[in-house]
């Protein structure tokens, strides 16, 4: 039968930490043990979502798991603007595939520490998300939990075949384009870790955040970037590849290049980054270029176009051609306002 | 901006605990705040899994949590059947719809103390089941967790609206049908927990399961009962309602009935009940009755099947007729093996 022995757990004989491979590293080690066999299944492992046929559309589904203590700190995320992020990051997976949302699925593990009126906060949240995004809520799985909350979310999205984005799609001499503003996720995830370090030394002390009010709403309640996806469809753009930016402009950057064999160029002077978050980085020591660079979170739209789409954009007041792509082998590069180049390194959100 | 105070979580000025609600309850209660709105949402929340139109067929999604220390216990169950098992329920859900499993997304959230040898374990597991439903892995998401295993599985399947079965369309005088037996699982559980207790106090004492093998392979190794997917499918058959036997007999077809706003009449000596599981029960100090009514994660199907299909069913070896619906508003009902009539109460797992 069932060949095993009663064991105290994690003694393994060979043991090899996560954190020697990291995320990625092991995300390659599981893929190439799967391949993927119903002829249903256009996409699997390695993009923002899996791709699925459906009738004459394509089914897009992509899942996130955020863990208490590790993607979020309730002592200074409202639970109602953690029901909505948990949408809105879900929703950038779908519009990273140029698709649609149409319906998500919630589940929660629940340790007895939160009361059916903390639960229906965080419902909020992720009604107000679901409204704001047009998806539906269709089902889920509510459970308890040893310690923390854990929330999961599914969702489904749809597109064409024509309209799909893939990572792998760039080519030598696309434009790379990013969306809004780089990094001040990240800058506001430290205004509001030094205030809880205040708070938790005088709990008088209530948060000073009205000078950091863009910033850490950055950093608490992102948006999917779906307006976006609405009018590269009505300027018939269709991007070479895209990506969102949850880890951060080198890293995902560099997962285009990777996927699509390319190398890429990107400018410093370029890059876009907001006064305040630019600021705020200068007050903490922090080097801004390098906060826009490796700073995650900010669930901008990082995309290639080809040259000739080039003018249907070049004006849009929320799109900044950064860089161009280039031949496979050259890397990721920066040029610096002085014109200097250096290689990009990629340091992304390190969870493990 | 955004007007909140810092709070070190959980001083509610009104508390109600989620045990007072039970996961049903607090699942009606979000349920009200939705709506669908979206056209491709054929059915929301409420069922085995959600339905989405997807050309001239229906997809079906579906999620699961499993959450270390409220589902599972590590000291003994193996990882490869923790993974196994993790993707079999997730199937099991699309059976419940009388639908083909196609496509599935694993998460986890890992505390440090797993190694990525213990995740390549967890992934044969994955790995082995995904080649038996003839599913295909593709995607997921892999992050650290602040204690303990958190595995989210969704997954994606496929039927037409002719062939699906929902919860909701059992009709007075339909047979209730059970497939394999019930309550081993739960028996099975009983003996690790026994087993656990006597390694606990000495650690050179392995296991003695070779007697317990079938039912303790119920617990560990469940399988999701495709085979009478298509079976059913071969025999021209559309059950009128279906679910899946997670909860137990009791809460599952309490279910149905709710759903269908129906009534159900049992009968204890057609309930199927494994030699071994009645036995051990016994051993237990259980009632075996109780055991088979209650006992959840058999993951067998419960549906109903119209008069007509009576005779194409009836010498199916592992198909048991076991009752019959009555009409709305009579309760589910047990005649016992002396005649008489009691009412079943469900008790299933509740895990807050």
């Known amino acids: 039968m069932m060949d095993y022995v009663f064991d105290s757990m994690g003694e393994d004989i060979i043991r090899t930490e996560i954190s020697e491979l990291g995320e990625f590293g092991l995300i390659n080690e599981i893929r ?26 394509l089914s897009l589904l992509s899942t996130d798991m955020l863990m208490e203590g590790v993607h979020f700190d309730l002592s200074y995320v409202p639970l109602m603007h953690l029901g909505y992020k948990a949408i809105a990051v879900n929703v950038s997976d779908i519009a990273a595939m140029n698709g649609i949302p149409q319906q998500v699925t919630v589940s929660l593990g629940l340790s007895n520490r939160f009361s059916v009126e903390a639960i229906k906060e965080l419902y909020k949240g992720i009604s107000a998300a679901c409204e704001a995004y047009k998806v539906d809520l269709v089902g889920g799985d509510t459970t308890s939990s040893g310690a923390g909350l854990a929330i999961s979310i599914s969702v489904l999205g749809i597109t064409t075949a024509s309209q799909i984005s893939y990572r ?5 001499s696309d434009i790379i384009c990013a ?130 789409d080039h003018d249907k954009l070049e004006k849009h007041p929320d799109v900044h051609f950064i860089g161009y792509i280039d031949e496979a082998g050259t890397g990721v590069n920066l040029v610096t306002k002085n014109g200097n180049t250096v290689e990009v390194k990629a340091q992304g959100w390190v969870h493990f």
């Open 32 to 57: 190439k043990d799967f391949k993927t066999t119903n002829s249903s299944t256009v996409m699997g492992i390695g993009d923002d979502a899996a791709v699925v046929e459906c009738g004459d559309q």
């Open 179 to 308: 969306t809004g503003d780089l990094g001040a996720a990240f800058v506001g995830l430290q205004v509001l870790e030094r205030e809880k370090q205040v708070y938790l030394e005088n709990q008088e002390m209530q948060p000073q955040l009205d000078q950091y009010e863009y910033i850490v709403g950055r950093q608490l309640k992102p948006k999917a970037r779906m307006d976006i996806i609405h009018e590269l469809r009505e300027l018939n753009i269709v991007p070479t590849s895209m990506i969102d930016l949850s880890d951060g402009l080198a890293s995902d950057l560099k997962h285009i290049c990777f996927e699509s064999k390319c190398g890429a160029v990107i400018y410093e002077d370029k890059l876009p980054i907001d006064k305040g978050t630019y600021d705020t980085a200068v007050e903490f020591g922090l080097d801004p270029i390098t906060c826009s660079l490796n700073g995650g979170e900010d669930y901008e739209l990082l995309f290639t176009i080809a040259q000739k």
């Open 168 to 172: 792998n799609g760039a080519k030598k």
